[in-house]
């Protein structure tokens, strides 16, 4: 059976408590929702596809120096489609697995997780957060290699070729994504906050 969001959260919060993880966990859920929408994909693919990246850095907060070698059995054992757990498994394509990316699904999961990453760390810097935030704002920041320094730009740079769009494009579905999830990862406009 495929994989809801629902069981997403209940995997995730059952191996991660950091609250920066699940901030990610929801940026990249977002993200995944968009390239979905992106990709014509219908209503209940969009959830989907958000629920595959809600739960990408499943086994991260126990073994982060053995990301993604634990997550495969143990998603298989809970139940979670084979489709998905590979899904999962390639985000890591050539940074800690071989798990080479061939859907659409897949591509932009390897997108999504080191970009919205810098979509985030620059939405945070801005007092108006993510509301009004262009591409062009975070193609800037990409450019400065000091800035979210641990954001690989080379990994970003062949994500958003494998979504087959140029980097702005690719910034742009994910402000689109992430937007609507601001007041879950601290990006709304600080006058907005209680």
Same mark, same amino acid.
């Given at each position: 059976?495929?994989?809801?969001?629902? +069981?997403?959260?209940?995997?995730? %919060?059952?191996?991660?408590?950091?609250?920066?993880? &699940?901030?990610? %966990?929801?940026?990249? /859920?977002?993200?995944? $929702?968009? @390239?979905? +929408?992106?990709?014509?994909?219908?209503?209940?693919?969009? $959830?989907?596809?958000?629920?595959?990246?809600?739960?990408?850095?499943?086994?991260?907060? +126990? *073994?982060?120096?053995?990301?993604?070698?634990?997550?495969?059995?143990?998603?298989?054992?809970?139940?979670?489609?084979?489709?998905?757990? /590979? %899904?999962?498994?390639?985000?890591?394509?050539?940074?800690?697995?071989?798990?080479?990316?061939?859907?659409?699904? $897949? +591509?932009?999961? @390897?997108?999504?997780?080191?970009?919205?990453?810098?979509?985030?760390?620059?939405?945070?810097?801005?007092?108006?957060? !993510?509301?009004?935030?262009?591409?062009?704002? &975070? &193609?800037?920041? *990409?450019?400065?290699?000091? @800035?979210?320094?641990?954001?690989? /730009?080379?990994?970003? /740079?062949?994500?958003?070729?494998?979504?087959?769009?140029?980097?702005?494009? %690719? !910034?742009? &579905?994910? !402000?689109?994504?992430?937007?609507?999830?601001?007041?879950?990862?601290?990006?709304?406009?600080?006058?907005?906050?209680?």
């Amino acid at each position: 059976m495929k994989l809801t969001l629902a +069981r997403a959260k209940e995997l995730l %919060a059952a191996t991660t408590g950091d609250p920066h993880l &699940v901030v990610h %966990a929801t940026n990249v /859920r977002g993200c995944m $929702e968009a @390239f979905a +929408r992106h990709f014509g994909q219908p209503p209940e693919e969009v $959830e989907h596809w958000g629920a595959v990246g809600y739960l990408h850095d499943y086994d991260y907060e +126990r *073994f982060p120096e053995e990301h993604l070698e634990h997550t495969e059995a143990e998603l298989l054992a809970e139940g979670v489609d084979a489709a998905d757990v /590979r %899904a999962i498994l390639s985000h890591g394509w050539g940074i800690c697995n071989d798990v080479t990316t061939e859907t659409d699904l $897949e +591509r932009s999961l @390897f997108c999504a997780d080191e970009l919205s990453g810098l979509v985030w760390a620059a939405a945070l810097m801005r007092p108006t957060g !993510i509301s009004d935030l262009e591409p062009k704002s &975070v &193609v800037k920041k *990409f450019k400065d290699k000091k @800035f979210a320094a641990g954001c690989n /730009r080379d990994v970003i /740079r062949k994500g958003a070729e494998l979504v087959g769009l140029d980097l702005p494009a %690719a !910034i742009a &579905v994910c !402000i689109d994504g992430m937007k609507p999830y601001a007041a879950e990862t601290g990006l709304l406009p600080k006058a907005s906050l209680p």
